[in-house]
């Protein structure tokens, strides 16, 4: 099985701070993704990644940069924390074939701002 | 029990029962479906997906059908358990844009014992 791995599940952060938030997946997937997910709003990708050193902007990558050095782990950066990134942050990995297969999805950081 | 598009959050079945969660999906475009299921504190987990060139897919104790007609994308339970309870999540895809999935709000689904 597939495993993606978010080093953690819950992270109090103040206002300003500079926050890393890590995915590793153990599946060679070219493919890697973050999402955050709010109540009433769903899912909503932040960034995404093909390969490494790649990156592409999804919808909302306002305050977020991120990073991949590695194939297998996808690092999310919040440059300047605000409250209004309290969120929960999700991490997915998908293979890199012609065809589209589902996202395999991390467990999930659960970030607060203060 | 059965929900109504995507305005019904919660459903709730009894135990024994079949659930049935539907979806109304966006784009005619999209080409691939993927249901997942969302158990509290838990990442969404892959349950079942559905090409545009079927109409219905089996898996063990699920079933997905689509409606390409009226956009229309349903799971359906057997034989519902206490384990099924949790938020299950539509999403739709376009065939080469990978980064394009578009998620459903979710249904949380319920299991009265």
């Known amino acids: 099985d597939v495993k993606v791995t978010q080093s953690s599940r819950y992270l109090v952060k103040r206002t300003g701070e500079k926050v890393f938030l890590e995915c590793v997946q153990d599946m060679d997937h070219e493919n890697m993704f973050w999402y955050r997910q709010d109540p009433g709003l769903g899912l909503r990708l932040i960034y995404f990644s093909y390969d490494v050193k790649m990156k592409e902007k999804g919808d909302i990558p306002e305050g977020y940069s991120v990073s991949r050095e590695k194939k297998e782990r996808f690092s999310l950066i919040l440059e300047s924390a605000s409250t209004n990134q309290t969120s929960m942050y999700l991490c997915?990995?998908?293979?890199?074939?012609?065809?589209?297969?589902?996202?395999?999805f991390g467990n999930g950081t659960r970030l607060t701002v203060t | 029990g059965e929900s109504v598009g995507l305005h019904l959050p919660t459903l709730s079945v009894q135990e024994g029962d079949n659930s049935i969660i539907n979806c109304a999906y966006s784009?005619?475009?999209?080409?691939?479906f993927i249901w997942y299921k969302q158990e509290s504190g838990k990442g969404p987990q892959f349950i079942i997906d559905i090409r545009s060139n079927m109409d219905k897919r089996q898996g063990q104790r699920v079933t997905v059908l689509l409606n390409k007609t009226v956009k229309h994308l349903s799971l359906q339970i057997a034989a519902t358990q206490p384990g099924d309870s949790a938020v299950y999540f539509c999403a739709e895809n376009k065939k080469t844009s990978y980064d394009k999935v578009i998620f459903g709000p979710g249904t949380s689904l319920s299991v009265i014992p």
């Open positions: 784009n005619s475009a999209s080409d691939y």
């Open positions: 997915a990995s998908s293979p890199g074939t012609r065809y589209n297969s589902p996202l395999h």
